[in-house]
């Protein structure tokens, strides 16, 4: 378990948890070995990082990362959501 904060766009600060993530990615259509191992990942390069807490959009660019490492389909399906959120926001992806 990783014991940083994420920064939310509207500026709110989070526990990181994992949890999220594998609800998010097996939406996308990972199964649930595959979720955990993205997670994992996750945790390990979050353990890299030397800052108190971590922007949201920085945790989802290295999802989009891993997810693409594992199963191309389901980072197509994990991009067209993102991009559907980011309408709300404003972001460019």
Same mark, same amino acid.
């Given at each position: 378990?990783?014991?940083?904060?994420?920064? !939310?766009?509207?500026?709110?600060?989070?526990?990181?948890?994992?949890? @999220?993530?594998?609800?998010?990615?097996?939406?996308?259509?990972?199964? #649930?070995?595959?979720?955990?191992?993205?997670?994992?990942?996750?945790?390990? /390069?979050?353990?890299?990082?030397?800052?108190? @807490?971590?922007?949201?959009?920085?945790?989802?660019?290295?999802?989009?990362?891993?997810?693409?490492?594992? #199963? !191309? #389909?389901?980072?197509?399906?994990?991009? /067209?959501?993102? @991009?559907?959120?980011? !309408? #709300?926001?404003?972001?460019?992806?």
């Amino acid at each position: 378990m990783v014991n940083i904060k994420v920064e !939310k766009r509207d500026g709110k600060l989070e526990d990181f948890e994992c949890e @999220k993530i594998i609800r998010v990615v097996s939406a996308a259509g990972l199964d #649930n070995r595959e979720a955990k191992i993205l997670c994992d990942q996750i945790e390990l /390069w979050l353990g890299k990082i030397k800052e108190p @807490k971590i922007t949201s959009l920085q945790v989802r660019d290295q999802v989009l990362v891993e997810i693409q490492k594992i #199963n !191309k #389909n389901a980072a197509k399906k994990f991009i /067209w959501f993102e @991009k559907y959120k980011d !309408k #709300n926001y404003g972001v460019k992806f």
